[in-house]
């Protein structure tokens, strides 16, 4: 079972770029297809963003397409997320998820493990 733990959430003016980072511990990330999803307040968890477990494909929201790139480094066992030109309306809490499936959806049920979520803020 993979531990998931989120970091690089703060406050950013519009415009500006945050790194998210997804440290994972107790199996390999490379065992797993990972996600990002966020959660504005009062709505639900969203998809962001995917990496297949072989890390040849990702998948993005059209929301995102061409602002934020998810990436992974094995050797950090890490997955990232970089997120550029951000707005306004990306506030939200960020969350990385986890399975085992090579192809998941962009649902959250799609996703076994979740970490404990990142606050990101975009000022206007």
């Known amino acids: 079972q993979v531990q998931l733990v989120e970091s690089g959430g703060g406050l950013v003016q519009a415009g500006g770029s945050l790194r998210l980072s997804c440290a994972a511990s107790?199996?390999?990330?490379?065992?797993?297809?990972m996600g990002w999803f966020r959660q504005a307040p009062g709505k639900g968890r969203a998809f962001v963003a995917r990496?297949?477990?072989?890390?040849?494909?990702?998948y993005s929201a059209d929301s995102v397409k061409g602002r934020f790139t998810i990436s992974r480094d094995n050797a950090k066992n890490t997955v990232y997320l970089q997120m550029n030109s951000l707005k306004p309306e990306d506030t939200a809490t960020y969350y990385c998820?986890?399975?085992?499936?090579?192809?998941?959806?962009?649902?959250?049920?799609?996703?076994?493990?979740w970490g404990q979520g990142t606050q990101v803020t975009v000022s206007s």
């Open positions: 998820a986890a399975t085992a499936r090579p192809w998941p959806g962009p649902l959250p049920q799609d996703y076994d493990y």
């Open positions: 107790g199996r390999t990330v490379t065992a797993y297809s």
């Open positions: 990496l297949s477990r072989s890390g040849g494909s990702t």
